[in-house]
């Protein structure tokens, strides 16, 4: 383990372009749970999960039912959505502040996150990509517009009788989140492109890798790339597309990664 520790650092040292991609397992030393480990959401509510399946297409069918449910309390959706609404509480752990500082001394240059929890952001972490959206935001379905949560007083349009709220283009406003069958917004995918070709290492630090088009993004780096996965368990690029895994926590590696780092350096 401290032989792969000190090489993921020699090699972040060496790195002209160095990204990050991560997923829900970064997050559960934080309190989140992740979606498919021992006590993942999903794992827990495969009910929740058969849902999430199904609220695109309501969406796209009905605005404004959608907008409905979405804001009464007894709603389906709004049920999923008080799940995912506790998420702003919870705080950063080591693992998002290790890459935050591994940013801030130039070495780590993007983050793209599956997250939707805001977590890297909090920890300091300034360039980061949520591939999956942000949690309390919202975005116009056709020109993808993003809306913060003051900016789309909500109440208001719906005691208003004017839901679905709409964006001056024209355009219906969703919940930022992307749905389970919805297309990730062009500009996510053009960065996240942009970085998964641009990167000579990534490190994928707390996923599974088992969802895409995010999956892809490991596939489409450039010959000769070094990945490197920080994981729990082996995941569905280990010994297929990754270098190595270090297998373990987030919280307890990516600290050592950063220390090794800053003694080298
Ligand atoms: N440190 C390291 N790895 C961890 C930790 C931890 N503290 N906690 C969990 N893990 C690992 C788990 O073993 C698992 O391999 O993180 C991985 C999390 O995988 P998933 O639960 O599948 O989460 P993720 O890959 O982010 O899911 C992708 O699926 O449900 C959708 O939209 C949702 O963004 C999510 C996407």
């Not at 990754?242 to 780092?261: A, C, F």
């Amino acid at each position: 383990m401290e032989d792969l520790i000190q090489r993921a650092a020699e090699s972040l040292i060496k790195a002209r372009h160095a990204i990050a991609l991560t997923g829900a397992g970064i997050s559960t030393e934080s309190g989140i749970p992740d979606f498919r480990g021992p006590n993942g959401i999903w794992t827990k509510n495969p009910d929740a999960e058969m849902k999430a399946y199904e609220v695109y297409d309501q969406f796209k069918a009905d605005p404004k039912r959608y907008w409905e449910d979405r804001l009464d309390p007894q709603g389906s959706t709004s049920r999923l959505f008080a799940v995912l609404g506790e998420i702003g509480k919870f705080q950063p752990n080591p693992g998002h502040f290790a890459l935050a500082e591994l940013e801030k001394i130039g070495i780590l240059k993007y983050i793209i996150t599956q997250n939707v929890d805001g977590l890297h952001q909090k920890a300091g972490s300034k360039n980061v990509i949520e591939y999956h959206g942000g949690i309390n935001k919202f975005r116009c379905f056709v020109c993808n517009r993003r809306f913060s949560k003051d900016e789309l007083n909500l109440e208001k349009i719906k005691m208003e009788g004017k839901l679905p709220p709409y964006c001056p283009c024209g355009g219906v406003i969703k919940d930022d989140g992307v749905f389970f069958g919805e297309p990730i917004p062009n500009d996510v995918v053009e960065g996240s492109r942009r970085e998964a070709w641009k990167c000579d290492l990534m490190l994928i630090c707390g996923t599974s890798a088992v969802v895409y088009p995010f999956a892809s993004l490991p596939e489409m780096a450039n010959q000769g790339t070094i990945i490197i996965e920080v994981n729990g368990e082996p995941t569905a690029l280990t010994g297929r597309i990754s270098d190595y895994l270090i297998q373990g926590k987030t919280g307890e590696l990516l600290p050592k990664i950063l220390e090794r780092v800053t003694n080298i350096t």
